[in-house]
């Protein structure tokens, strides 16, 4: 797999750019953001990059940092957004408007970028919370800061019925963190209701 390029920039016309390393040229997409990035061509330039490969053509995707890299990684997969559609997300917005639009769950900011209807916006808040923190940089696993592994559950079980991310963590704040999971959904539902 390709990772990262470090080259000559020859070419600069959007979305494409051309970069030859050591003599080979690789040809890259890249988002608009990446583009405004890049030094003039004759420069020196390295870019992050996610390989794509399908039966017809070997693609090649290219991004100013790591952390767009991993923003556009999360959101090719999501149902019904290809890595066309992704990098013209990430054209759009920028990796940090983007984990923030899925944060405060803003369909019309989403679907202002190109090729994203409703529903699919819907979709990524769905497939995405959760998973983006506010600077765009993965989540791991569990990103709350409460001790009990049984904790971590519950969440995921609140946020399956549909609660946001931000009302099951605050649901859980105060149930004991040996509690088992059962009994802590209903507590933390009780807790949502006063």
Excluded: W
């Excluded at 405004?36 to 420069?43: E, F, K, M, N, R």
């Amino acid at each position: 797999m390709i990772s990262r390029l470090t080259g000559i920039l020859l070419e600069k016309q959007p979305p494409q750019i051309l970069i030859d390393v050591n003599g080979v040229g690789y040809e890259a997409d890249v988002s608009m953001q990446t583009f405004y990035a890049l030094p003039a061509t004759g420069s020196r330039v390295s870019i992050h990059t996610q390989l794509i490969v399908r039966e017809d053509a070997h693609l090649l995707f290219g991004f100013a940092d790591a952390q767009e890299r991993n923003v556009f990684r999360q959101l090719i997969k999501v149902s019904g957004i290809g890595a066309k559609t992704a990098l013209g997300i990430l054209s759009a917005m920028t990796a940090e408007e983007l984990a923030q639009a899925i944060a405060q769950e803003d369909i019309k900011r989403l679907s202002a970028a190109p090729g994203i209807g409703k529903k699919t916006a819907e979709r990524m808040i769905l497939e995405l919370r959760g998973k983006l923190e506010g600077n765009g940089t993965l989540l791991p696993q569990s990103n709350n800061n409460l001790s009990g592994s049984n904790h971590t559950d519950i969440i995921g079980t609140l946020m399956a019925l549909g609660y946001s991310e931000r009302e099951a963590t605050a649901a859980v704040k105060n149930i004991p963190a040996d509690i088992n999971v059962s009994e802590g959904v209903k507590t933390a539902l009780k807790n949502m209701v006063k």
